[in-house]
C-alpha cells in the first residue's frame, strides 16, 4: 500500500540502492514521514512460467529485505515501508514521484556496467519525476560540502534553498558558485553586464545574510563560476558530497556523472 507522502528509495539488489536507502534517512526523519523502499519487478523478467516468476519475486524480496536491514542498522526513528509493484523501474519510479516529498536512487544500478557513469533508470528518473530526486553516489557518511549554482533566477533560488536545507540537515558547509557572469555575457554590453552582476550579486548577499543571521551554524561560501560546474567539480572533488540543481536544468545527466551526489529541485516549484 502506498502512502501519500513519503521519501522513496528505488531498489534493485545493488550496493548504490542500499547506500541511496541510508542516504535517504535523514530525508525522511528530518520531515517525520515514513521511507519507502519500493521494488520494482519488470513484467519481462516474469517469463512465461510460474518459475520464473517465483524467482523474479525472491529476488525482489531478498532485495528490499536487505535494504530494510541497512536502514534498521542506522538506529534511526524512521518509520519503513516495503512496496514490490509489478511494473518497469522507470515507469514505477516515475509514478511512485506523483506522491513522493522525495525519490532517491543509487547512481549505478544492479545491470549498469559502466563505470563512473550514471545509471539509464536514474537518468531517466531525475529528469522525468514529479518531486526533487537525489541521485546518491557517496556513502551517506561521506564528508564534503554542499554544492549550489546561482544565476539569479527563480529555478535557482529554489536550488539555492534546497542547498541551505541540505547543508543544515548533514552539518556540512554550502558553497555557492556564482554562475550568471556566463549566463549573461551574450545579452548585455560591457556597462549593462557589469550592472546586471552586481544586482545579481546583491539578490545573492541579502539571501546569504539572512540566511546567517537564521543560522549562525551555517557555513557559507561563494565562489565565481570562471569555469564549468564540472570544471569545478574536477578540482574539488574530495570536498564537495553533493551538487544542488534547480527544476529546470538540462544537465543532469552532465554532473549526474560526476563523482559527487545530485539532487534536483521540484519541478513543480516555482518561486
Not at 563512473?116 to 564534503?144: E, F, L, N
Not at 560540502?145 to 540537515?169: C, H, K, N
Not at 578540482?235 to 558530497?241: E, G, M, V, Y
Not at 544542488?244 to 516555482?270: F, K, M, N, W, Y
Request: aromatic content about 4%; overall charge negative.
Amino acid at each position: 500500500m502506498s502512502t501519500a507522502h513519503a521519501v522513496v528509495v528505488g531498489i534493485d539488489g545493488s550496493q548504490s540502492a542500499l547506500d541511496a536507502a541510508i542516504w535517504a534517512v535523514k530525508e525522511a526523519v528530518s520531515r517525520d514521514i515514513p521511507l519507502r523502499l519500493v521494488y520494482a519487478i519488470d513484467p519481462a523478467d516474469n517469463g512465461t512460467d510460474h518459475e520464473c516468476a517465483a524467482r523474479a519475486l525472491a529476488t525482489a524480496e531478498l532485495a528490499i529485505r536487505q535494504a530494510f536491514t541497512a536502514v534498521e542498522a542506522t538506529e534511526q526513528p524512521v518509520k519503513i515501508e516495503l512496496e514490490v509493484v509489478q511494473d518497469k523501474p522507470i515507469e514505477a519510479l516515475v509514478e511512485a514521484s506523483r506522491s513522493a516529498a522525495m525519490l532517491c536512487v543509487g547512481a549505478t544500478g544492479r545491470d549498469d556496467a559502466a563505470h563512473g557513469r550514471i545509471g539509464a533508470t536514474a537518468s531517466a528518473v531525475a529528469k522525468s519525476a514529479h518531486c526533487p530526486v537525489a541521485v546518491v553516489r557517496t556513502p551517506a557518511s561521506g564528508g564534503g560540502g554542499i554544492l549550489v549554482e546561482f544565476d539569479g533566477r527563480p529555478a535557482s533560488s529554489t536550488a539555492l534553498q534546497a542547498g541551505v536545507d541540505e547543508a543544515r540537515l548533514r552539518g556540512a558547509p554550502l558553497c555557492v558558485m556564482t554562475t550568471w557572469q556566463h549566463r549573461y555575457s551574450d545579452m548585455y554590453d560591457a556597462t549593462a553586464l557589469a550592472d546586471r552582476n552586481r544586482l545579481a550579486q546583491a539578490q545573492l548577499d541579502r539571501r546569504l545574510t539572512r540566511w546567517r543571521r537564521r543560522y549562525p551554524e551555517l557555513t557559507v561560501q561563494t565562489v565565481a563560476g570562471d569555469g564549468s560546474t564540472l570544471d569545478y567539480l574536477a578540482a574539488h572533488r574530495d570536498s564537495i558530497q553533493l551538487v544542488v540543481i534547480g527544476p529546470e536544468h538540462g544537465r543532469v545527466g552532465e554532473l549526474a556523472d560526476s563523482d559527487c551526489s545530485l539532487l534536483t529541485c521540484d519541478r513543480q516549484q516555482r518561486l
